[in-house]
């Protein structure tokens, strides 16, 4: 038997007749009649005896008719799931990224994909670069956030290169100035991140290209935690713009610094593995929402 033949069967049912079963159909009557005999052929029984010019199912028949709706309940589910999973409304995604995406400004991406598919179930890791870097070849994530080095080239999905910008109060002497260079920054108390991190001694170079004095007060591992920082006023960060953006405190003003400190972040996929279309769409909102913040439009 098939599914043709059990919309056949059932329409019968609740249509009272085979003219009327054909019509509900948009089907001839002789295409009816052919599909039933084919399917009293399949079941091994008579699904329905004449009665005049009515056709009346048998006990059998209603037996089976209560599976058969039960069957195209359950055809009709699967076409929705194939419909929601091709539309990226339905099913499951991991994602790690290191600190600084995930505390600052991955929540609200997340948040906003959620919003348009409330079906989808996102697991948000937090892991160090290094550790998702190397969780590329394990397919341990669908996508990764990391930043650099990347040594698998072809599961590098975006790559995305931002201009730092110095972040401080509102009230500090030098947010009077349009652009922060090192040469006003000397010996003013800054926050760093860690030694190991890409920003930290580009920063360096900066400031004794330009024989200023960089006096780091104090080191934290994340922007945010610098962010944080500098809304206490324990000094002057230096701090990707899309954290720098997502920040909250109100009394903090964000200032381009000149020359250019480059952060570097990149999408990742597993090693030798496609995208999902869910995992597309949610690398498409990434894209959609970190683009403006790029130093130059392009991926």
């Known amino acids: 038997m098939d599914l043709r033949q059990i919309e056949l069967f059932t329409a019968i049912i609740e249509n009272g007749s085979l003219t009327a079963a054909a019509r509900a159909l948009g089907v001839t009557q002789p295409a009816v009649s052919a599909g039933l005999a084919r399917l009293e052929r399949a ?161 360096a170079q900066a400031f004794a290209a330009h024989g200023a004095d960089l006096r780091i007060m104090v080191r934290c591992e994340f922007f945010a935690t610098a962010l944080n920082l500098a809304a206490e006023g324990a000094g002057i960060a230096l701090v990707d713009p899309i954290s720098a953006a997502c920040h909250a405190a109100p009394d903090i003003v964000l200032r381009p610094f000149t020359p250019r400190i480059v952060y570097e972040v990149a999408v990742l996929k597993p090693a030798q593995s496609g995208l999902s279309r869910l995992a597309e769409a949610f690398a498409g909102e990434i894209d959609r929402h970190v683009r403006p913040y790029l130093m130059e439009h392009g991926s």
């Open 43 to 203: 079941v091994g029984f008579s699904l329905f005896r004449r009665d005049g010019r009515q056709v009346v199912p048998t006990s059998e028949a209603m037996l089976f008719y209560r599976e058969a709706v039960r069957a195209l309940a359950g055809v009709a589910q699967l076409d929705d799931a194939a419909a929601a999973i091709a539309a990226t409304a339905r099913g499951s995604l991991t994602v790690a990224t290191n600190p600084s995406p995930g505390i600052a400004w991955l929540p609200r991406i997340v948040a906003e994909f959620q919003r348009t598919r409330p079906d989808v179930r996102l697991n948000l890791l937090t892991r160090s670069s290094r550790e998702i870097r190397d969780l590329v070849a394990a397919r341990a994530f669908d996508l990764g956030i990391a930043e650099p080095p990347f040594d698998k080239k072809d599961s590098v999905v975006r790559r995305y290169r931002f201009a730092a910008v110095t972040a401080l109060k509102t009230n500090h002497p030098l947010a009077m100035h349009e652009t922060l260079t090192p040469a006003l920054l000397d010996g003013v108390p800054m926050i760093g991140l860690l030694p190991a991190h890409g920003t930290t001694p580009a920063i």
